[in-house]
């Protein structure tokens, strides 16, 4: 086997123009420090992806500090929620207290604690059959039980399960993407689990 010359390189490379465009990762290590026509328009190739990188970098660090401040959000008002389970005697006060902490989120519209019904029967099969939880979308049906018309997505949790349900805890946003199902649920699953153990006793 012959040994691998520059002249070698020059002629592949020559002879695939995009190969260094294909292979980005080799570019990057590349050193260009000759102000050639050629290593201007690489240098030029460079700065484009490391400018994207940085963009993307950007756009990564945004979003969790965005994740960061609505966890923190969604901590506090929780928190606060929690307390208002032992300072309320009756399911309506309750109720009314909910919403009223739940709502000051600006990306929840509204927030619905209501006790099952029959008419929440079709509700229950249809999105809380499983495990008691759904995050997404509902149909108009479904939206006219429990939200207003400007409600685009929502979160339901059923208290007790769907044998023997207790209540329906639901939130409702006019995002449509506020709500989805691989959204965090951790402080609100903590939530229900202490409502549930709450209305047991004050049923």
């Given amino acids: 086997m012959s040994k691998l010359t520059e002249q070698h390189v020059a002629e592949y490379l020559k002879a695939h123009p995009d190969f260094l465009i294909n292979n ?4 990057a290590t590349l050193e260009l420090q000759q102000q050639t026509a050629a290593a201007t328009s690489l240098v030029h ?3 484009r992806q490391l400018r994207e990188h940085n963009t993307l970098l950007k756009n990564k660090i945004e979003q969790l500090v965005a994740q960061a401040k609505e966890n923190e959000l969604i901590h506090r008002l929780f928190s606060e929620c929690h307390r208002q389970l032992w300072t309320n005697y009756d399911f309506k006060t309750l109720a009314n207290n909910l919403r009223n902490i739940i709502c000051t989120n600006p990306l929840i ?35 006219d039980l ?16 769907s044998n023997h349900p207790v209540a329906i805890l639901a939130f409702g946003s006019d995002d449509v993407n506020h709500f989805e199902p691989a959204k965090d649920s951790f402080f609100v ?3 229900v689990r202490s409502l549930q153990l709450r209305l047991l006793e004050l049923a």
């Fill in 109 to 143: 519209n509204e927030c619905q604690l209501v006790k099952y019904e029959k008419k929440y029967d079709d509700l229950i099969a249809h999105r809380l059959q499983n495990d008691g939880i759904y995050l997404g979308r509902v149909n108009q049906q479904e939206r």
């Fill in 189 to 191: 699953l903590e939530f």
């Fill in 45 to 47: 190739i460079q700065q």
């Fill in 24 to 27: 980005p990762d080799v570019l």
């Fill in 146 to 161: 429990l939200f207003s018309e400007s409600t685009q997505s929502t979160a339901l949790y059923l208290i007790g399960n």
